[in-house]
T-cell receptor, first 110, second 113 residues
């Protein structure tokens, strides 16, 4: 089966760095997505990793280790507007759909 | 810019009513999806469609049906609304396959009383 796990909540301080972890179990691998969702809004795409390693996009970076079934999203120079839920997602191994984790709600304090 | 629109942001219906949620995308995407999102449960897939008139059950299809008569439009139907269908409903679209990002609509918050 498929399973995606990520912490439910995290808190961090403005200006700091935070790492949000995600572990996944899939019978076949076809990449891993990260989405951001502000309260009351729709999810928006952040990143997609299909190869091992770190991919950087400005303040946000995403890391993947396929052998460990592990990914993380790294947010640097945190801003108050980064307070949101962060969803880890992986394509289903045998169907044209994506499985989402329950999301990590990140709160930024001044 | 990809645009996915949903017919209503907020909807209040009574138990037993038939409810239609409409979703339209303007990027000629083959794939369209309906999710519901509840606190602590994350995004759960109700139905998806990879082509006109094609549909596949997701993880929680019970109590729902869908219609895709045109490529740009994907409708979610609650045949007889119940209080446990009170939720946020999100529509999404993407190009074919699973290695493309999904574009989400703004969501419809449905309350069934």
């Amino acid at each position: 089966g498929q399973n995606i796990d990520q912490p439910t909540e995290m808190t961090a301080t403005e200006g700091a760095i935070v790492q949000i972890n995600c572990t996944y179990q899939t019978s076949g691998f076809n990449g891993l997505f990260w989405y951001q969702q502000h309260a009351g809004e729709a999810p928006t795409f952040l990143s997609y990793n299909v190869l091992d390693g770190l991919e950087e996009k400005g303040r946000f970076s995403s890391f993947l280790s396929r052998s460990k079934g592990y990914s993380y999203l790294l947010l640097k120079e945190l801003q108050m507007k980064d307070s949101a839920s962060y969803l880890c997602a992986a394509p289903h191994s045998s169907a044209s759909k994506i499985i989402f984790g329950s999301g990590t709600r990140l709160s930024i304090r001044p | 810019d990809v645009k996915v629109t949903q017919s209503s942001r907020y909807l209040v219906k009574r138990t037993g009513e038939k409810v239609f949620l409409e979703c339209v995308q303007d990027m000629d995407h083959e794939n369209m999806f309906w999710y519901r999102q509840d606190p602590g449960l994350g995004l759960r897939l109700i139905y998806f469609s990879y082509d006109v008139k094609m549909k596949e059950k997701g993880d929680i299809p019970e109590g729902y049906s869908v219609s895709r008569e045109k490529k740009e439009r994907f409708s979610l139907i609650l045949e007889s609304a119940s209080t446990n269908q009170t939720s946020m409903y999100l529509c999404a679209s993407s190009p074919p396959g699973t290695n493309y990002e999904q574009y989400f609509g703004p969501g419809t918050r449905l309350t069934v009383t």
